[in-house]
């Protein structure tokens, strides 16, 4: 049995599947979904994890399942044009972001962004109607929305979540108040997104390892010269400024703490 990720719909992460057959990465498969057969993309393949799958792919797509999976995707954007056009008209607060037709034409996938819950009833049997397929409007976040449409960050490299083709985990304000650039502000630890940018992820167990014995930031420490606040913590030089409280100034190492 092999393990291997699969991207099924371009707005969301991978999910593990088992495969009885040998596969590579880039090849089309087909898996069975909740509501019907759908083609994937294998991302990546695993020898060495414990996570089991509870899903497995069927087969590797068919040159007509390819050619159905295409003739779909050539009718998505008139798909997309319709229920842009119903949301205009039904003043909904959402921003359509991708759809996905099912591999037997019968379905239709919307992916949208909104602030809050949307009432969309009336414009699924709208589009129910004007498309004569069954439709499922699906709300997705703000950083799944950033994996889909892609860009450069900052760093002017491709973003993290569209990058990596894997599944990112959590990013925490926790991650940047190790790596001591939370008093950075919002702005300038966010990615396109608006969300805390993936890369905060990359190096914050490390720091977690240099941070182990150092005081916390504004946090009162004791030193040979006095008692004073830790203004300024380095875990990678191990140092820690201190403002004492007579006013002035020390840099100390982590074992000088008293």
């Given at each position: 049995m092999i393990k291997v990720s699969?991207?099924?719909?371009?707005?969301e992460n991978p999910k593990l599947y088992r495969?009885?057959?040998?596969?590579?990465k880039g090849d089309k498969v087909v898996v069975a979904t909740e509501y019907s057969n759908e083609i994937g993309i294998v991302e990546d393949i695993f020898e060495d994890i414990q996570e089991e799958p509870k899903e497995k792919i069927l087969r590797v797509a068919t040159?007509?399942?390819?050619?159905v999976f295409?003739?779909?995707?050539?009718?998505?954007?008139?798909c997309l044009d319709i229920c842009r056009k119903e949301?205009?008209?039904?003043?909904?607060?959402?921003?359509?972001?991708?759809a996905h037709l099912s591999?037997?034409?019968?379905?239709?996938?919307?992916?949208?962004?909104?602030?809050?819950?949307?009432?969309?009833?009336?414009?699924?049997?709208s589009?129910?109607?004007q498309l004569k397929r069954s439709i499922r409007m699906q709300q997705i976040g703000s950083r799944d929305e950033a994996r889909k449409l892609g860009g450069y960050g900052i760093c002017g490299r491709e973003v993290c979540c569209a990058r990596s083709g894997g599944i990112m985990q959590s990013i925490t304000t926790d991650m940047a108040r190790v790596q001591q650039i939370s008093h950075r502000g919002t702005d300038r630890i966010s990615g396109l997104c608006g969300r805390l940018m993936c890369c905060l992820a990359y190096e914050a167990d490390q720091?977690?390892?240099?941070?182990?014995g150092m005081p916390e930031l504004y946090s009162t420490v004791e030193t040979s010269e006095g008692k004073g606040t830790a203004i300024e913590v380095n875990g990678i030089t191990q140092e820690i400024k201190v403002r004492l409280e007579t006013g002035k100034y020390v840099s100390i190492k982590k074992e000088d703490i008293k």
């Open positions: 699969v991207t099924l719909y371009s707005w495969s009885d057959f040998e596969v590579s040159q007509r399942d390819q050619e295409s003739r779909y995707e050539g009718q998505k954007k008139e949301i205009k008209e039904s003043g909904l607060e959402m921003k359509l972001i991708d591999l037997d034409g019968k379905q239709i996938v919307f992916a949208f962004t909104a602030d809050g819950r949307v009432d969309f009833r009336e414009l699924v049997k589009l129910s109607r720091y977690r390892e240099m941070m182990v």
